[in-house]
């Protein structure tokens, strides 16, 4: 009787650590996958990550270890882990997205049919391209854009193909998104997230 109960709290354990490193890398592990791009859109364009609403995340170097040991434990590929997290960041992308959006409409930045038309554009992004693509609505300069994007290519963070669709889709952008910059004092208390409107002369609203 003792060693069914031993056995049975044995597997719980395995069962409980196996979901505390699935869940540490769902916050680290896909804070990672999102910011290891979207942070080298956002330093290149120099306009943050205004419909992000999130700071960059620290520690990156062990995730690729926590990938391999969760998907151990798991039992499964840590391709088939990758790409649960990959959609899962993608996901989170547009969720945030949304809720910006939703926060523009809710103070009359945006019409409700605005909302509606930038909601529908950012979901015809390519596909998991989530992180950069929520870092490209925050500007229509489609020079800077194109020139981030030529440099992610040379660098080897896009291959052109991406790039060429990121591009493309940016071009639709809607023209009554607002820009929106990052406010690098968020640290000192400005705002909820360090946000900042501006208008097409780069005057704060």
Do not use: C
Request: net charge negative.
């Amino acid at each position: 009787m003792f060693n069914r109960i031993r056995t049975i709290r044995k597997r719980w354990l395995v069962a409980f650590t196996a979901a505390a490193l699935l869940a540490v890398g769902l916050v680290s592990g896909a804070a990672f996958a999102a910011d290891a791009r979207a942070d080298y859109v956002a330093s290149a364009l120099g306009n943050g990550d205004g419909y992000a609403q999130g700071n960059a995340r620290h520690g990156r170097a062990n995730s690729d270890t926590l990938y391999t040991r969760v998907a151990e434990i798991l039992g499964i590929e840590k391709s088939t882990l990758d790409s649960a997290f990959e959609t899962a960041v993608d996901e989170q992308a547009e969720t945030r997205f949304d809720a910006k959006v939703a926060e523009l409409v809710a103070d009359e930045t945006l019409t409700e049919d605005q909302g509606d038309a930038a909601t529908d554009w950012f979901e015809d992004r390519p596909a998991l391209s989530g992180p950069i693509a929520i870092r490209l609505a925050a500007t229509s300069d489609s020079d800077k854009v194109d020139e981030s994007l030529a440099r992610m290519v040379e660098n080897e963070k896009l291959t052109q193909d991406e790039s060429d669709a990121l591009s493309d889709w940016h071009d639709d952008r809607p023209d009554s998104l607002p820009e929106v910059e990052r406010n690098h004092g968020r640290h000192h208390g400005r705002g909820n997230d360090g946000d900042s409107q501006t208008d097409g002369d780069g005057n704060s609203g």
